[in-house]
Nanobody, 126 residues
Framework: VQLQASGGGLVQAGGSLRLSCAAS????????LGWFRQAPGKEREFVAA??????????DSVKGRFTISRDDRDNAKNWVYLQIDSMEPEDTAVYYC??????????????????WGQGTLVTVSS
C-alpha cells in the first residue's frame, strides 16, 4: 500500500494551494481518506477527511478555507485532494495524507490511522 502526497510549496499569505494524494496497492472502498498536518514543534493534527461515501469532516479551525474531495474512478489509484484557500502563516506545516478503514470520520486521530503517506511541506509567508 502506498499513499503519495504532492503539491506542497511556498505560498504568500492569502494565496491558495491544492494538495493531491494518490492511494494505491489495495481497494480503498470503505476507507476514509484525509489529511493531517504537523507544524514545527507541534503534534500532528487532524485537518480533514472524506469517506468513501462522500461525507466530509473538518477540523473546526479550517472550515470555510479548506475543501477536501476524493476521486475513486481510477481502478489503480484513489485520489484525495485538499484545496486550501486564504492561506495563513499558521497553515505552515508538513501535510500528510492518510487512510483509515470505516466511515466514522469524527474519531480520526493520528493513533488510529491505518496507512500514512509521506509528507509534503507547505510554507506560507506573511
Amino acid at each position: 500500500v502506498q499513499l503519495q502526497a504532492s503539491g506542497g510549496g511556498l505560498v504568500q499569505a492569502g494565496g491558495s494551494l491544492r494538495l493531491s494524494c494518490a492511494a494505491s496497492g489495495r481497494s480503498f472502498s470503505g476507507y476514509g481518506l484525509g489529511w493531517f498536518r504537523q507544524a514545527p514543534g507541534k503534534e500532528r493534527e487532524f485537518v480533514a477527511a472524506v469517506s468513501s461515501g462522500g461525507t466530509t469532516y473538518y477540523q473546526d479551525s479550517v472550515k470555510g478555507r479548506f475543501t477536501i474531495s476524493r476521486d475513486d474512478r481510477d481502478n489503480a489509484k484513489n485520489w484525495v485532494y485538499l484545496q486550501i484557500d486564504s492561506m495563513e502563516p499558521e497553515d505552515t506545516a508538513v501535510y500528510y495524507c492518510a487512510a483509515e478503514r470505516g466511515y466514522r470520520l469524527s474519531t480520526w486521530s493520528a493513533k488510529t490511522i491505518d496507512y500514512w503517506g509521506q509528507g509534503t511541506l507547505v510554507t506560507v509567508s506573511s
